[in-house]
């Protein structure tokens, strides 16, 4: 709260003056205020500048899947639902997630590493937009899991598969100078966090 009070209203009211902290907290709060049509159109901004955490990627797989920098697709990547039930089911999801993940911490994992790989691949998925920076520490994640202490086949394989799901659009650039918008309009990096997470 104290770092809030400091980087969002002080430190913007020294450096910028009353007046246009007063503007750009009117535009921050009319931002999370717009209601759901706006909210909507957001998210579809959010998705098609390629966010990855789970709102942007479920309008990409069955909303619009359109993507900057792609031709493919006019469309959902996956089927059309209702934008409704999109955003019923990115409530859904984003609770099961920040749920498990509280459910998981309440049973004590095993090292704290994992424990903040688990907060972060959850908050992020969650996070909007989600940008693909957001996602920087899935690496660090991903090594806390198969340096924990004899960690199971099963969490073995899901580490590296997250790993090499990540590797993707640098492996395929090569063949194809669409990889990464391709990676992205796909959600490749939720996918990626959604196994590590798993």
Known sequence: LALFLVFSIALPFMVLGAWPTRVLWENVLRQGAIGPAGAWALGHTTAYWGGQGIAPTLI???GDGEHTGTSWAHGPLLVALPSGAIRTLTVVLSVLVLATTVRRLHRRPPSRDIAIGLVMTAVTL????AWHHYFAFLPFASAALLGSSDPPLRTKILACA???TTALPLLC???HHDAYFLYSQVGGTTIAAAITFL
């Not at 969650?126 to 937009?129: A, I």
């Open 162 to 164: 997250a790993v090499a």
């Open 173 to 175: 650039l090569p063949w």
């Open 126 to 129: 969650v996070l909007h937009p």
């Open 60 to 62: 990409r797989w069955f």
